[in-house]
C-alpha cells in the first residue's frame, strides 16, 4: 500500500498564486510518474500536470504557461507551483502516482483525497 497526502488547497483571488504539494510513502516501490488532476463540479477528471522519474513533464494545454510541476526536495514527493490562477481553476485537485512494487514488479497507482482550489474573480 502506498499512501499520499497532499497540502496546499486553497482560496485565492484571480491571478494570484498557490502551491500544491504531494508525499507518497509506504511499502517499497520505485516511482514511475506522479502529478496532478482536477475535477471542476460537473466536470470529468483532467489531468493537470505530471512528471516521470526521469524528469519529463506533461501539462494540460490550459495551465502551460502558468503552472510548474517539480520533484519535491524529499523523496517521492512533488509541488505544483500555480501561479496567474484563473476562476476556470477551480476544482478538486487529486494527486495520483504510478508505481512499480519492488516485492513483485508489479505497477499500480494511487489517489490521494483530493484538496479544494478556490479562486475567485
Known amino acids: 500500500q502506498v499512501q499520499l497526502v497532499e497540502s496546499g488547497g486553497g482560496l485565492v483571488q484571480a491571478g494570484g498564486s498557490l502551491r500544491l504539494s504531494c508525499a507518497a510513502s509506504?511499502?517499497?516501490?520505485?516511482?514511475?510518474?506522479m502529478g496532478w488532476y482536477r475535477q471542476a463540479p460537473g466536470k470529468q477528471r483532467e489531468l493537470v500536470a505530471a512528471?516521470?522519474?526521469?524528469?519529463?513533464?506533461n501539462y494540460a494545454d490550459s495551465v502551460k504557461g502558468r503552472f510548474t510541476i517539480s520533484r519535491g526536495n524529499a523523496k517521492n514527493t512533488i509541488d505544483l507551483q500555480m501561479d496567474s490562477l484563473e476562476p476556470e481553476d477551480t476544482a478538486v485537485y487529486y494527486c495520483?502516482?504510478?508505481?512499480?512494487?519492488?516485492?513483485?514488479?508489479?505497477?499500480?497507482?494511487?489517489w490521494g483525497q483530493g484538496t479544494q482550489v478556490t479562486v475567485s474573480s
Open positions: 509506504g511499502r517499497m516501490f520505485s516511482f514511475n510518474a
Open positions: 512528471i516521470t522519474s526521469s524528469g519529463n513533464t
Open positions: 495520483h502516482v504510478d508505481i512499480t512494487m519492488v516485492s513483485n514488479n508489479r505497477r499500480y497507482d494511487y
